[in-house]
């Protein structure tokens, strides 16, 4: 298993912030998502508790729910099902308010490939920091959409 956090601060509120990254149909602005399908609506959100949603990436297609999600502070997710097949443990986002009125982000995820002899490398040599690299487009994409005068 191998964990990815990334962290950044985002000049805007965390409600803004919040609101933008639980969104995962903002996540088809970058390059590396094809397509996303909410296809179960949250309990008291779209993309809320229970939601269940569909992501295609470049590399994969992962069927996500969430499990936890306390606006704007923070949500968790699970990937249940995945292509190429994978184990997760979980994933987690906080948001906090930092001190210069912007929102400091932190996205964990502990997962890993369970593919036949290769896997455990590939998790630690491929997966891991193309996890990194797609948190971080996405984070820049979220900056950008979420800054004042937008």
């Not at 965390?14 to 179960?40: C, K, Q």
Request: glycine share 8%.
């Amino acid at each position: 298993m191998e964990t990815v956090t990334v962290e950044r601060t985002i000049a805007a509120p965390p409600s803004a912030v919040f609101d933008w990254i639980s969104n995962a149909h903002n996540y088809t602005r970058i390059g590396m998502v094809l397509h996303e399908r909410l296809a179960v609506r949250g309990d008291t959100a779209p993309y809320g508790r229970g939601a269940v949603r569909v992501l295609i990436w470049a590399v994969g297609c992962f069927w996500e729910r969430i499990t936890a999600y306390d606006p704007p502070h923070s949500f968790e997710y699970h990937v249940y099902r995945s292509i190429p097949p994978s184990r997760h443990e979980g994933g987690r986002v906080d948001f906090a308010a930092a001190e210069d009125g912007g929102t400091r982000v932190r996205w964990t995820t502990t997962a890993e490939l369970r593919l036949p002899l290769a896997g455990a490398y590939l998790t630690r040599r491929v997966m891991r920091p193309l996890l990194r690299y797609a948190f971080d487009r996405v984070l820049d994409e979220a900056a950008r959409a979420v800054a004042p005068g937008r």
